[in-house]
């Protein structure tokens, strides 16, 4: 995880497009500049930067339904819950279930947990649309494979 990069996860674990499921890991690194200000003497993981891990993961099943060819951008988050405090040095676990796909929009829930224990919740919507750039496909494909998604071998 580079938090200042926004590269919010660190291993795409479970990649099953046809089941529409995705799982991935996220260890939240020792030392940040955003732990600075969030908290001083106090650092605690941001909450808006445990959604953004979510839709990183929900971005992943996204591409992998449009075999990396279209591009999901964020559009929306309702019945976000924040249950616990994630601190420096601690692993997520994020899922991302897909619940509905239509009008360009996907719908995803998405869970994050520590040790087993329910840290976080949302329901996300995403726009899916077209590369916006002709560099951006492969940049995304190789961060991708950075990431463990072996491309045109997901399921």
Do not use: W
């Amino acid at each position: 995880m580079r938090l200042e990069y926004f590269d919010m996860i660190d291993t795409v674990d479970v990649f099953d497009v046809k089941a529409g499921h995705v799982e991935t890991t996220a260890r939240v690194p020792e030392k940040s500049t955003v732990f600075e200000g969030h908290f001083p003497g106090y650092p605690v993981m941001p909450g808006v930067l445990l959604l953004e891990t979510m839709n990183h993961t929900s971005g992943y099943l996204m591409l992998g339904m449009h075999n990396f060819g279209r591009l999901p951008f964020f559009a929306g988050a309702k019945r976000v819950k924040i249950r616990r405090f994630v601190l420096p040095g601690m692993v997520m676990k994020i899922t991302a279930d897909l619940i509905h796909e239509g009008s360009g929009f996907c719908m995803t829930q998405n869970e994050i947990r520590v040790d087993g224990e329910m840290i976080a919740e949302a329901e996300l919507t995403m726009m899916v649309m077209d590369f916006p750039s002709p560099e951006l496909p492969e940049l995304v494909r190789e961060r991708a494979r950075q990431h463990g998604v072996a491309l045109g071998l997901s399921t």
